[in-house]
């Protein structure tokens, strides 16, 4: 059984914020901001969170698909901004789309977030246990930044992106293979702390926490990580880099994204980027980029795809894709 997306969608709330707008509140600028990082804009949601946004993504993925939200037999969201400790995002969305035949849940892998969710749908839809499904990778990390801390505020946006996913008994078309890494003993190098912090029988709740980052341990764990596990992947597939049409990267910082593309000796044309208009949407950034791909009619029949993450956990991960 295969693993075959059949329709993608993603959204992004209204509100733009130019460079030139954050240099207003931090001491930063817009030639900094875009040759440290390729960014020159994101999207910001002033209101409603990731749920909103998750919900409009997944629409327009069912819509692309042709297929009804009644159909839909299990939701997967990627998040780690939910609107909610609980409900889950999934159960929200399946709320919102009247998926009544789904069965729902989130994963949190942070920037890795929707390959660790395609990888869990690919591994029950090969099992038989279920034969459509809805992806989701959604953040609203604008609400869990310190807009005081320029180190970290000028890097993130808001934004969704979702894939559904059918049950293939046969064919080409599909999700080949996946790896996945983790390695906690990393994971105080990119935190961002609960909201539910409140103590046993005392009156005190600690202020939120925000995200908190070592820039130069995350760029230099992902310029090695993602181009290693890119390699391996290729190599338990047997398929050459060269036989693979795009590499679909997390969008964190085009400098990044180079210096992967240096390693993997491929050139940037490979590499397609959406950084510039977007910042960082940590697990929408993947889906995102797939659904322009796809709207734009870059993927045609029979074309392989790498999409490959890598974010907070420290967690990383890359699949292989035949269009
Ligand atoms: N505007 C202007 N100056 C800034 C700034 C900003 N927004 N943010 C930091 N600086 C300053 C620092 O204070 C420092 O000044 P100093 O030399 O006077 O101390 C200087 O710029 C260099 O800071 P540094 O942190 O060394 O910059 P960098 O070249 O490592 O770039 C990042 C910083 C964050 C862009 C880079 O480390 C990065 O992209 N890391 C990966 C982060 C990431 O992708 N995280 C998400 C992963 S999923």
């Given at each position: 059984?295969?693993?075959?997306?059949?329709?993608?969608?993603?959204?992004?709330?209204?509100?733009?914020?130019?460079?030139?707008?954050?240099?207003?509140?931090?001491?930063?600028?817009?030639?900094?901001?875009?040759?440290?990082?390729?960014?020159?804009?994101?999207?910001?949601?002033?209101?409603p969170?990731?749920?909103?946004?998750?919900?409009?993504?997944?629409?327009?993925?069912?819509?692309?698909?042709?297929?009804?939200?009644?159909?839909?037999?299990?939701?997967?969201?990627?998040?780690?901004?939910?609107?909610?400790?609980?409900?889950?995002?999934?159960?929200?969305?399946?709320?919102?789309l009247?998926?009544?035949?789904?069965?729902?849940?989130?994963?949190?892998?942070?920037?890795s977030?929707?390959?660790?969710?395609?990888?869990?749908?690919?591994?029950?839809?090969?099992?038989?246990?279920?034969?459509?499904?809805?992806?989701?990778?959604a953040?609203?990390l604008?609400?869990?930044?310190?807009?005081?801390?320029?180190?970290?505020?000028?890097?993130?946006?808001?934004?969704?992106?979702?894939?559904?996913?059918?049950?293939?008994?046969?064919?080409?078309?599909?999700?080949?293979?996946?790896?996945?890494?983790?390695d906690?003993?990393?994971?105080?190098?990119?935190?961002c702390?609960?909201?539910?912090?409140?103590?046993?029988?005392?009156?005190?709740r600690?202020?939120?926490g925000?995200?908190?980052?070592?820039?130069q341990?995350?760029?230099?764990?992902?310029?090695?990580?993602?181009?290693?596990?890119?390699?391996?992947?290729?190599?338990?597939?047997?398929?050459?880099?060269?036989?693979?049409?795009?590499?679909?990267?997390?969008?964190?910082?085009?400098r990044?994204?180079?210096?992967?593309a240096?390693?993997?000796?491929?050139?940037?044309?490979?590499?397609?980027?959406n950084?510039?208009?977007?910042?960082?949407?940590?697990?929408?950034?993947?889906?995102?980029?797939?659904?322009?791909?796809?709207?734009?009619?870059?993927?045609?029949?029979?074309?392989?795809?790498?999409?490959?993450?890598?974010?907070?956990?420290?967690?990383?991960?890359?699949?292989?894709?035949?269009?």
């Open positions: 059984m295969k693993t075959v997306i059949i329709g993608t969608g993603s959204f992004a709330p209204p509100r733009v914020v130019t460079n030139d707008d954050l240099a207003e509140i931090v001491d930063t600028s817009d030639e900094w901001i875009r040759t440290r990082t390729g960014i020159v804009q994101r999207r910001i949601s002033e209101g969170g990731t749920t909103w946004m998750a919900a409009e993504a997944a629409k327009r993925a069912l819509e692309d698909a042709g297929v009804r939200p009644e159909e839909i037999d299990i939701i997967i969201a990627a998040t780690t901004t939910a609107d909610y400790c609980f409900p889950s995002t999934a159960c929200e969305v399946q709320g919102i009247g998926a009544g035949n789904a069965v729902g849940y989130d994963v949190s892998a942070a920037c977030g929707f390959i660790f969710a395609l990888h869990t749908m690919d591994a029950l839809i090969k099992t038989g246990t279920y034969g459509t499904g809805l992806v989701i990778g953040d609203n604008s609400k869990t930044v310190d807009w005081s801390d320029r180190s970290t505020c000028v890097l993130f946006g808001d934004g969704a992106g979702a894939a559904v996913v059918k049950a293939c008994e046969s064919g080409d078309r599909g999700v080949i293979c996946s790896q996945l890494g983790s906690g003993s990393k994971a105080s190098v990119l935190t702390q609960a909201r539910s912090m409140g103590n046993f029988l005392t009156e005190s600690p202020e939120p925000y995200i908190a980052m070592e820039g341990e995350v760029f230099k764990f992902a310029v090695k990580k993602v181009p290693e596990c890119v390699d391996s992947l290729l190599r338990d597939a047997g398929t050459d880099i060269d036989e693979v049409k795009y590499l679909v990267l997390h969008q964190a910082n085009y990044i994204c180079e210096s992967i240096r390693r993997l000796k491929i050139s940037m044309d490979k590499i397609p980027m950084i510039d208009r977007y910042g960082n949407t940590s697990g929408a950034t993947i889906p995102i980029l797939l659904d322009e791909l796809n709207r734009q009619g870059k993927l045609c029949r029979g074309d392989k795809v790498v999409l490959a993450g890598f974010g907070a956990g420290l967690t990383w991960g890359a699949m292989l894709v035949q269009w």
